[in-house]
């Protein structure tokens, strides 16, 4: 029997200032990513979704908000599906602009690997394959759908084939809004499928 769980980045989110933001409360999709969103349901209107959950944080609920309405289901939430905790939450730091060259930061960058400013990456993968299969047995012969975030998603899939944990943010195959599709037979993985409904964005986007 297949069973088909969506993972689905969250659309583009508001954020003038630019920061990275984590898990801060209060950040809400830009009207971009409600375009992005909408542009999701529609996107799988026609499929088989009995169960719709999301993340705890605002921009994965108004994400998974067009969905749910779409196919008559109410958003259940899964603290697995949260975003990675971050020691620069709250900051300006982004991939390439040299704020990380600075000294006061690098205690925190003495472990790349695991990586030492955050959650480490095998504690992210644990918890994301706790939700999923917690999603994949609510619809069992049917679809989920998970909303989360880009480094958690990103990092279950590269768990899930065999890779190396670590990795170049600038080289995530993640865009806003894409949807990482795990195709299990019975409860055994069997095709990872991934889609950009709402077309590519830079990996590199700040906060995103």
Request: aromatic share 6%; glycine share 8%.
């Amino acid at each position: 029997m297949n069973t088909v769980v969506h993972l689905l980045r969250h659309g583009e989110v508001h954020n003038p200032d630019k920061i990275l933001y984590g898990r801060l409360p209060g950040y809400k999709l830009s009207e971009r990513g409600q375009r992005q969103a909408l542009t999701v349901a529609e996107a799988v209107a026609g499929h088989d979704l009995v169960h719709v959950v999301a993340s705890p944080l605002q921009r994965a609920q108004e994400t998974a908000g067009p969905i749910a309405a779409a196919h008559r289901l109410d958003i259940a939430t899964d603290e697995g599906l949260i975003e990675a905790a971050n020691q620069f939450e709250g900051l300006h730091v982004a991939v390439g602009d040299g704020a990380l060259r600075e000294p006061k930061h690098w205690p925190k960058l003495v472990n790349p690997f695991k990586p030492s400013w955050g959650e480490p990456y095998l504690e992210i993968a644990h918890r994301m394959l706790g939700a999923v299969h917690r999603a994949r047995e609510a619809a069992v012969g049917h679809e989920a759908l998970c909303v989360s975030h880009q480094l958690p998603i990103w990092t279950l899939r590269r768990f899930l084939e065999g890779k190396r944990l670590w990795h170049d943010p600038r080289r995530r195959q993640c865009s806003l809004a894409s949807l990482t599709s795990l195709v299990f037979d019975g409860d055994e993985l069997r095709e990872i499928v991934y889609s950009e409904p709402a077309g590519t964005t830079d990996p590199k986007v700040t906060g995103a």
